[in-house]
């Protein structure tokens, strides 16, 4: 059946047993998705809440679960609570049936609404900054990319003449014409105090700023935007300080943002509700007082702008007893040539900024919901891996510190991440951190925060409390460090570096390494105690040539999520590519596996549907036959991609994965041996 989109909707037929607060609850959960259909529901009970309303939406009610119960079913939701009920469904329900017992229905709904709870509270924090956006008396435009127009509020309609629906999706040259946004998205510089007059004759000063995702790539650029028409035409027709007074006194106690007014020797004189709002600041305060009287650090804007008679704006201040944080603007007022004084306006972006940390947050969650790893990620059957699996599973259960051993490549941090979603930890933070990117000082910093000029910054131990934190290459610490991470683990705590005050956190610490720790600890280079404390429940995670049975099952996995990534139909290998993968040693294991699969997926044909075996690279062949083939050699690069990468792995087993050894050991700089680590997927 097609959908009114033309997509191809496949139904599946439903019987709820039990009809109760779950059936319910259920019953309405699954109404909403148009690609499953419930064909019955049961209860002995007829005046049960999901008897009722099925039968309100016409839904068949039966009071034995015997007479619903066809060929044609395809899923059976028991949410009865009868254990006999359950026993009596599993043995008489159809072949192709799938039974599904209460407890895991009811998780299905309580994740499901938990879901739609965050959903809501996103759309509410959108809702408010959208709010706010459209409230405030600045135009305000952004793009992307592109220089397409993706934000644009009341404001910025009201003094272009444009509609928001008709500026949205539009080039900026289509809706300001001499708009400087492309440029500033192109050079990263941010602009602020521009004057510009649009199409539609409104004066403007404007700033522009380019936008940063967390990644710090540059992602678009915005503007904010005031009409200066006002003001320009005030300072132009009226010579009076006390008549501009007047005349602006209603519009200055009905602005929202805080304004001030001081005379040419920097007394105020003037003063709005706002302001008093913002800062804390009541007239008696204020007004015949000096301009220093309105701030709570540096230097007061209004006598700069009156020594040097120029304006000054987008200064970020803070004001006030709380000491908020304000964006100010400040032009002189000048009436026939001679200084009257100056004017300032505060824009209050203390609650803006409130809001965009809590949207972030609520961000970050949803995210680690939704890309989250979970133990189904873990793909094999081999011994091997169902024994790491286990002790995985047992290791989720109880809050130990995890130490995974295993090779470059063998799905450590896989093996953490699932570790994670399948604790109590779950919905708090999983931080990786790479214990071997860098310099000590600096990765003390990032883990533990510090202290600088009387202020602390958090570290990672902060963000990740009540979570994980996943410590890979732990083997590359130093003892300084080790020491301060024994401290974590013995007594939950941890000192900022500068700091003296020992901070109470919560903290799971899951480790890694592909070093011989115990060869470590005999050179020294490894803390005995530190080992101990880490090694409270070792898990081994096999490398993939030890458990080359299960390369079929992973390689067809990968080949789904490829197909997802590459919008690609690649139905599978033939029996002889399977068998050279099967061949092949995989020295970099599953990340290398990944690598040859994609890589094979890109110089496809269109019209390929199986990868063939001359599909592989040359290397991966030469490893499953006599290499007496000379179609086989491969190209003069290829060959010697294959032995440069034969040497980085050489070398690391020597070095037992040390980098800096590893690199001293080639005669290279650690910069060229991360680079090419990369290039061959080995880091």
């Not at 037929?13 to 309405?28: D, Q």
């Not at 049960?48 to 034995?64: L, N």
């Not at 899923?75 to 599993?90: N, P, R, W």
């Not at 990620?377 to 047992?394: C, H, M, P, R, T």
Request: hydrophobic letters at 40%; one cysteine or more.
């Amino acid at each position: 059946m097609q959908n009114k989109n033309g997509g191809v909707h496949i139904f599946a037929k439903i019987l709820i047993v039990g009809a109760g607060k779950g059936g319910y609850a259920l019953l309405k959960l699954i109404e909403q998705a148009d690609y499953l259909q419930v064909t019955g529901v049961v209860d002995i009970n007829e005046e049960a809440p999901g008897m009722i309303y099925a039968k309100q939406k016409g839904i068949p009610t039966y009071t034995d679960w015997t007479v619903p119960l066809s060929g044609d079913i395809q899923i059976i939701f028991d949410v009865s609570g009868q254990k006999k009920v359950f026993q009596a469904l599993l043995a008489n329900r159809p072949a192709a049936a799938v039974l599904i017992p209460g407890g895991i229905a009811n998780l299905i709904v309580t994740l499901i609404e938990e879901k739609n709870d965050y959903i809501q509270i996103i759309d509410h924090k959108t809702m408010m900054q959208e709010l706010i956006f459209n409230s405030i008396e600045e135009g305000m435009i952004g793009i992307d990319d592109q220089g397409i127009v993706n934000f644009f509020n009341k404001s910025a309609e009201k003094m272009t003449k444009m509609p928001v629906e008709e500026a949205i999706g539009k080039h900026v040259h289509e809706v300001i014409s001499l708009s400087e946004l492309p440029r500033i998205f192109e050079t990263g510089r941010f602009e602020l105090n521009k004057e510009l007059t649009l199409e539609s004759g409104t004066k403007i000063v404007t700033s522009r700023y380019p936008m940063i995702n967390e990644e710090g790539k540059r992602v678009g650029a915005f503007a904010v935007f005031k009409d200066i028409s006002e003001v320009v035409r005030l300072a132009e027709e009226i010579t009076n300080l006390t008549e501009i007074q007047k005349m602006l006194e209603a519009i200055i106690y009905s602005s929202d943002d805080a304004i001030s007014v001081v005379d040419e020797e920097g007394k105020g004189i003037l003063i709005n509700p706002a302001y008093t709002r913002i800062t804390g600041f009541s007239e008696e305060e204020v007004i015949g007082k000096p301009a220093t009287a309105d701030i709570s650090e540096g230097e007061s804007i209004h006598l700069k702008v009156l020594q040097t008679r120029k304006p000054i704006r987008g200064v970020n201040l803070r004001v006030g007893e709380q000491k908020k944080d304000v964006i100010v603007n400040v032009a002189p007022i000048i009436v026939n040539n001679h200084l009257k004084g100056s004017v300032g306006v505060i824009h209050d972006m203390t609650e803006m900024r409130l809001l965009m940390k809590e949207l972030d947050h609520a961000r970050t969650l949803i995210r680690n919901l939704e890309f989250s790893f979970s133990f189904e990620d873990i793909i094999g059957k081999s011994e091997q891996i169902q024994f790491a699996v286990n002790q995985a599973k047992l290791a989720a259960s109880v809050p130990v510190t995890v130490l995974l051993r295993g090779e470059v490549g063998s799905g450590k941090e896989l093996f953490a991440h699932a570790i994670h979603t399948a604790s109590n930890r779950k919905y708090n933070q999983f931080i990786r951190v790479n214990c071997s990117s860098q310099e000590e000082h600096l990765l003390e910093r990032e883990l533990f925060g510090y202290e600088e000029g009387g202020t602390s910054y958090l570290g990672l131990f902060d963000e990740a409390n009540n979570g994980t934190i996943f410590l890979d290459e732990v083997g590359e610490l130093t003892n300084k460090t080790q020491a301060k991470l024994l401290r974590v683990l013995r007594e939950n705590a941890i000192i900022r570096v500068g700091g003296t005050t020992s901070i109470p956190v919560d903290v799971r610490i899951i480790a890694a390494s592909y070093f011989n720790l115990e060869k470590l600890m005999l050179e020294g280079t490894f803390r005995e105690d530190f080992y101990f404390q880490l090694n409270r429940m070792p898990i081994h995670v096999p490398a993939l040539r030890a458990r080359k049975q299960d390369i079929p099952l992973i390689a067809n996995h990968l080949l789904v999520k490829l197909n997802k990534e590459f919008g690609r139909n690649i139905e599978g290998f033939t029996k002889s590519a399977m068998e050279s993968l099967h061949f092949y040693d995989w020295p970099g294991n599953l990340r290398e596996l990944e690598n040859i699969i994609s890589r094979t997926m890109i110089f496809l044909e269109a019209q390929d549907r199986i990868i063939e075996e001359h599909h592989l690279p040359k290397y991966i062949l030469a490893m499953s036959d006599d290499g007496s083939d000379e179609e086989q050699i491969g190209t003069l690069a290829e060959q010697m991609d294959v032995m440069e990468k034969k040497v980085l792995l050489n070398a690391l087993r020597v070095c037992e994965g040390n980098k800096s050894q590893t690199a001293k050991k080639l005669n290279i700089s650690l910069r060229t041996l991360y680079y090419k680590l990369e290039k061959y997927h080995l880091d």
